[in-house]
């Protein structure tokens, strides 16, 4: 198990241009989760995968972000017309609710920077 | 809203002494609490974690305290290596899924 993968690692793009990052989780865990990270804060939740079905968005993710798990294996979060807000780490995690515990396990992330 | 607080951004410790990091939650319903510790340039590493109904847990030099009735948790590392230097967040979940993270505390172990 080589645990939860991201590409690309880092990521420079001009305004306006779109940008795909790709999620690889732990193999056995069904649920898939991106979350992005500013400087100086924490965390924030977009949006989580249980299989192939997105139960859940968070306001954050405004109509330019879309993501996918179309197999229930691998994720993609595209951001369409970058800003330069978008700017920040995008992080994808990975967990299974079904042994009991909660903890999630981080990608190294995506740092996105837009120009 | 900030559900999840962690007030010291910064906490200096010495190399064998405690550390102890806080994080203070204002949602009753949480009932599932993680911590976890980043390096920069990578992503969060799980440390430990603990479930509402417990009120302490312990994995080695890592302890975990909560206090419902405070709504407040506490990370207490024991002895302290230079190794620990890290920014370490406390997160809440409902088992929904989500985590809710706090800003962090960045530690910094002097030798």
């Known amino acids: 198990d080589t645990g939860v993968s991201q590409d690309p690692r880092h990521k420079i793009t001009k305004r306006g241009q779109n940008v795909t990052f790709r999620c690889d989780p732990i193999s056995e865990h069904n649920r898939l989760y991106w979350y992005r990270q500013t400087l100086g804060q924490g965390p924030e939740f977009l949006t989580y995968?249980?299989?192939?079905?997105?139960?859940?968005k968070s306001r954050l993710l405004s109509d330019r972000f879309s993501a996918e798990r179309p197999k229930g294996s691998f994720s993609t979060l595209e951001i369409q017309r970058t800003e330069q807000g978008d700017s920040a780490m995008y992080l994808c995690?990975?967990?299974?609710?079904?042994?009991?515990?909660?903890?999630?396990?981080f990608g190294p992330g995506t740092r996105l920077t837009v120009l | 809203d900030q559900q999840v607080k962690q007030n010291s951004p910064s906490l200096s410790v010495q190399e064998g002494r405690i550390s102890i990091l806080n994080c203070d939650y204002t949602?009753?319903?949480?009932?599932?609490f993680l911590w976890y510790k980043k390096y920069p340039a990578e992503g969060p590493t799980f440390l430990i974690s603990?479930?509402?109904?417990?009120d302490k847990n312990e994995d080695g030099r890592f302890t975990v305290f909560l206090n419902k009735s405070a709504k407040h948790l506490s990370l207490h590392i024991v002895p302290s290596q230079p190794g620990d230097s890290a920014v370490y967040f406390c997160?809440?979940?409902?088992?929904?899924?989500?985590?809710?993270f706090g800003q962090g505390t960045e530690l910094s172990v002097k030798p």
């Open positions: 995968f249980q299989n192939e079905a997105q139960l859940e």
């Open positions: 997160a809440a979940t409902l088992k929904s899924g989500k985590l809710i």
């Open positions: 995690a990975s967990s299974s609710p079904g042994t009991g515990t909660y903890e999630q396990f």
């Open positions: 603990i479930s509402s109904i417990k």
């Open positions: 949602n009753s319903m949480f009932d599932y």
